[in-house]
């Protein structure tokens, strides 16, 4: 079966740093998506990896292994607005989107 | 402005009722996605569409329909035969098959 692991919740200090993982067993790969959703709203893209290897966007960045089946968001310069749910996503042979349950990011002063 | 746009963003029905959500895009996408998302749970795929007049079933297909009689329009019918309708709705679309989707901001409908 196909299946996506991220922790449901952590919790963080404003200004730190934290990781966000993501394991995935799915029938193919053709890349991995990281949504942002702040609650009772539409999940926004915050990156795509497809290649092994780091992608940095600003205080965002993430990073990917396919060999391992195993990705990461991390988010440095936390501030409160990042406090949302964070859902990780991918693209099986299909080209269809398996959804990870989310994790579900608190951020304290 | 291009975006996706769902209507109405609240929507109360009564067990037993048909009630069609909306989902306009004006961003030329080609492909259309409906999920519905439940508390502790991944978004689930309902039904997608990859062209005009052809759509596909998703994971949870079920006592919903849909139409595509339009590139920009994509509306989902929850039938009396949804079991346990009370959902968040999101409709999404992209352009190509590589592409990423976007999502519209949601519909949030309850069966009272």
């Known amino acids: 079966g196909q299946n996506i692991d991220q922790p449901t919740e952590m919790t963080a200090t404003e200004g730190a740093i934290v990781q966000i993982n993501c394991t995935y067993q799915?029938?193919?790969?053709?890349?991995l998506f990281w949504y942002q959703q702040h609650a009772g709203e539409a999940p926004t893209f915050l990156s795509y990896?497809?290649l092994d290897g780091l992608e940095e966007k600003g205080r965002f960045s993430s990073f990917l292994s396919r060999s391992k089946g195993y990705s990461y968001l991390l988010l440095k310069e936390l501030q409160m607005k990042d406090s949302a749910s964070y859902l990780c996503?991918?693209?099986?042979?299909?080209?269809?989107?398996?959804w990870g349950a989310g994790t579900k990011l608190i951020i304290k002063p | 402005d291009g975006g996706i746009t769902q209507s109405p963003k609240y929507l109360f029905r009564k067990e037993g009722q048909n009630v069609t959500l909306s989902c306009e895009q004006n961003?030329?996408?080609?492909?259309m996605y409906w999920y519905r998302q439940d508390p502790g749970q991944g978004l689930r795929l309902i039904y997608y569409s990859q062209i005009v007049n052809d759509f596909q079933k998703g994971d949870i297909a079920e006592g919903y329909s849909v139409s595509r009689e339009k590139k920009e329009s994509f509306p989902l019918t929850v039938t009396s035969a949804q079991k346990n309708p009370t959902a968040f709705y999101l409709c999404?679309?992209?352009?190509?098959?590589?592409?990423?989707?976007?999502f519209g901001p949601g519909t949030r409908l309850t069966v009272l």
């Open positions: 996503a991918v693209r099986d042979s299909n080209y269809q989107l398996i």
């Open positions: 961003l030329n996408h080609d492909a």
């Open positions: 990896n497809v």
């Open positions: 999404a679309s992209k352009k190509g098959r590589t592409d990423t989707q976007y």
């Open positions: 799915t029938s193919g790969f053709n890349g």
